[in-house]
């Protein structure tokens, strides 16, 4: 089944302890992303990457780092986490460059305590 | 700068009752227009894609159009299973690999 694969689906953290979310499809697609969802804030791009070993920040970057080091897998790292960090976290991938159709993950709900 | 405004916020419909979602968008250069399906507690969902201005797109109760400022989606005969919410994202020549979306629209129909 062709899915995008993300884990913890929710993860409850102190400030300062850095978190890997894992994220991982299984349809060999070139794009693959980083959301967060914020209330009334809607869906904001955290960082993308077009290929293997390219990634780019998207709208809000700061205090997050990833890395693509192989097509299928794209973890989020929180190096120190800090409590404006809670939120609802959507990996995404798709065949192109991103603006063709894409497939989200389940999502991870994560709280800085 | 790229931007997606979605209107209504909320939509609350009868079943049955027909109704249009608003995506108003400035983008340089529009290269397509999305638009998703939200359930709660799950990550959005693919309906549809819209290249260009008159262009229009259906899916069941679902019909999506697009001009040069907005896109609709026209709901029409909405059942409850139809409840969700809608996000339209835009994406654009200036900004590659870059996808805008909008508040969304949460859509509840009653039976």
């Known amino acids: 089944e062709a899915q995008v694969t993300q884990n913890p689906r929710y993860l409850i953290t102190v400030t300062g302890k850095k978190l890997t979310v894992t994220c991982s499809q299984n349809m060999n697609h070139e794009y693959m992303s980083w959301y967060r969802q914020d209330p009334g804030l809607g869906l904001r791009q955290i960082y993308y990457s077009m290929n293997v070993e390219v990634t780019d920040k998207g709208d809000v970057p700061e205090g997050y780092k990833v890395s693509r080091k192989e097509k299928r897998n794209f973890p989020l790292i929180l190096e120190s986490p800090s409590p404006n960090q809670t939120s609802l976290y959507f990996c995404a991938s798709s065949l192109g460059q991103g603006g063709e159709k894409l497939f989200f993950g389940s999502g991870t709900q994560l709280s800085v305590l | 700068e790229d931007q997606v405004t979605q209107s209504p916020e909320a939509l609350r419909l009868q079943e049955g009752e027909s109704s249009s979602l608003n995506c108003s968008y400035t983008?340089?250069?529009?290269?397509?227009l999305f638009w998703y399906r939200q359930d709660p507690g799950k990550g959005p969902e693919f309906l549809f894609t819209?290249?260009?201005a008159g262009e229009e797109k259906e899916k069941e109760r679902l019909k999506a159009t697009l001009t040069k400022k907005e896109s609709f989606l026209h709901i029409t005969a909405p059942k409850p299973e139809d409840s969700a919410t809608y996000l339209c994202?835009?994406?654009?020549?200036?900004?590659?690999?870059?996808?805008?979306f909008g508040q969304g629209t949460t859509l509840q129909v009653k039976p």
């Open positions: 819209l290249y260009s």
């Open positions: 994202a835009v994406y654009g020549s200036s900004n590659t690999g870059k996808l805008i």
């Open positions: 983008v340089s250069g529009l290269r397509g």
